[in-house]
């Protein structure tokens, strides 16, 4: 398996704009997570979902940050409007079951988005 | 949110010597791991210990667990200068994901 996809691996774009980050996950894990990275913030939580539903999204910072998973190969996290103070790096991750069970996340190489 | 907070922020030590980072987290666990970052890179998975274990070793990598001090520490024996990079300790509190800590960055002088 080629691990967990993420494109593009940098965007930069201007403040207003619509930004869509696309992951795949590893074929057969049932969960899929959003992570965004900052120095400031290290390692957040935006979302998770099961089976293709959104289980958690209380991590999603504001109604301009969406995420959809429409099949089990696919995921969108979309920014509308982009704002500079959401430039990070947003990784995806993919897990074959619950981390309470112990499963281990299998993390993409991560968008680097810069709004100018 | 952060559960894991790691001590201390940065290391830096030579080639050879061993590495000592520690984890501490606020709320009970089933099971705790750990993570590397390379920069520019994404996480991967290191070791897990589930909280009725103390110790647990993979190769170079020693960690161990105190649910009583809710506490973590991973230690990287006879380090490498390939060991540089970020370490990070995940959390569960039951639930189905990990929070994640602030994350220790290691400098390993060759």
């Known amino acids: 398996d080629a691990g967990v996809i993420q494109s593009p691996r940098h965007e930069v774009t201007e403040m207003g704009q619509e930004v869509t980050l696309r992951c795949k996950p590893i074929?057969?894990?049932?969960?899929l997570f959003w992570y965004r990275q900052t120095m400031m913030r290290g390692l957040e939580l935006l979302i998770y979902?099961?089976?293709?539903?959104?289980?958690?999204d209380s991590g999603m910072p504001e109604d301009r940050f969406s995420a959809k998973m429409p099949n089990a190969s696919f995921s969108t996290l979309k920014i509308q409007p982009s704002e500079p103070r959401d430039s990070a790096v947003y990784f995806c991750?993919?897990?074959?079951?619950?981390?309470?069970?112990?499963?281990?996340?299998?993390f993409g190489p991560g968008t680097r988005l810069t709004v100018t | 949110s952060q559960q894991g907070e790691e001590d201390p922020q940065a290391l830096s030590i030579q080639e050879g010597e061993n590495a000592t980072m520690n984890c501490s987290y606020k709320t009970s666990i089933n099971n705790l791991q750990w993570y590397r970052q390379n920069s520019g890179r994404g996480l991967v998975h290191l070791i897990l210990i589930r909280s009725n274990e103390r110790e647990k070793h993979s190769g170079r990598l020693r960690v161990t667990l105190d649910t009583s001090k809710k506490s973590s520490s991973l230690l990287i024996t006879a380090s490498r200068a390939a060991d540089t990079a970020s370490y990070f300790c995940a959390t569960d509190e039951g639930g189905n994901q990990f929070y994640f800590g602030t994350g220790t960055s290691l400098t390993v002088i060759p």
């Open positions: 074929s057969g894990h049932d969960y």
């Open positions: 991750a993919s897990s074959p079951g619950t981390g309470s069970l112990g499963y281990e996340q299998y």
């Open positions: 979902f099961n089976n293709n539903v959104p289980i958690d």
